[in-house]
């Protein structure tokens, strides 16, 4: 089992859909995640960050961490295609190196 | 904002040539990393570096080596570039500290060796 498992897609969804993307762990010493999004050809940029379960909204984009279930969530409303990217999840454990989940390719179609 | 630059966005070479990527920040981060991205294997981490002169392994590093002799470049270096190395290639900067620690990006180097 990967330490951290995510769909890789292709999601494709109409403009203004809420997004909904995913990520489980199996390490339960990961304290701090991390969304990036990726496009085309460019390097990875941080888009949110959190180190508590619960919720943290940034404008459209909205990160949510259950340490419970292993389980983080990253939330697009009114998804636009300037949002088509990659998304990788991203974990860090105290003290040693980040892990990335392999990344979810989404498209919003117009 | 932290800026992470990579000197060549793409690069290239034929087998068996040394091959050098440049990578500096701005932000004087501690830790430095390289990292390559395929598809359907996600980012593997094959050098990193947390202070100027120190070098670790990362994930793969067989036929890499990497040279810190400035706090902000960190380069990587391929001795006898193979196809199999053909492959986007991103460094990476921290903050470091591991509480709040933050990675960020270079807009990476896409390396074909013919």
């Known amino acids: 089992q990967k330490e951290v498992e995510q769909d890789p897609g292709p999601l494709s969804v109409p403009e203004g859909a809420i997004v909904s993307l995913n990520c489980t762990y199996s390490?339960?010493?990961?304290?701090?995640f991390m969304w990036y999004r990726q496009y085309s050809r460019k390097g990875p940029e941080l888009l949110m960050y959190t180190y508590s379960s619960g919720n943290k909204e940034d404008g459209r984009f909205t990160a949510q961490v259950d340490k419970s279930s292993k389980y983080i969530s990253l939330f697009i409303r009114d998804s636009q295609p300037s949002d088509s990217a990659t998304y990788l999840c991203a974990m860090i454990p105290y003290g040693q190196n980040f892990v990335f989940g392999p990344g979810t390719r989404l498209s919003v179609l117009p | 904002d932290v800026k992470v630059t990579q000197s060549s966005r793409y690069l290239v070479k034929r087998t068996g040539e040394k091959v050098f990527l440049e990578c500096v920040q701005d932000?004087?981060?501690?830790?430095m990393f390289w990292y390559r991205q395929d598809p359907g294997l996600g980012l593997r981490l094959i050098y990193f570096?947390?202070?100027?002169?120190?070098?670790e392994k990362g994930d793969i590093p067989e036929g890499y080596s990497v040279s810190r002799e400035k706090k902000e470049r960190f380069s990587l270096i391929l001795e006898s570039a193979s196809t199999n190395q053909t492959s986007m290639y991103l460094c990476?900067?921290?903050?470091?500290?591991?509480?709040?620690?933050?990675?960020?990006f270079g807009s990476g180097t896409q390396l074909s060796v013919l």
């Open positions: 932000m004087d981060h501690e830790n």
């Open positions: 570096s947390y202070d100027v002169k120190m070098k």
């Open positions: 390490n339960s010493a990961f304290q701090y």
């Open positions: 990476a900067s921290s903050t470091g500290g591991g509480v709040g620690e933050k990675l960020f």
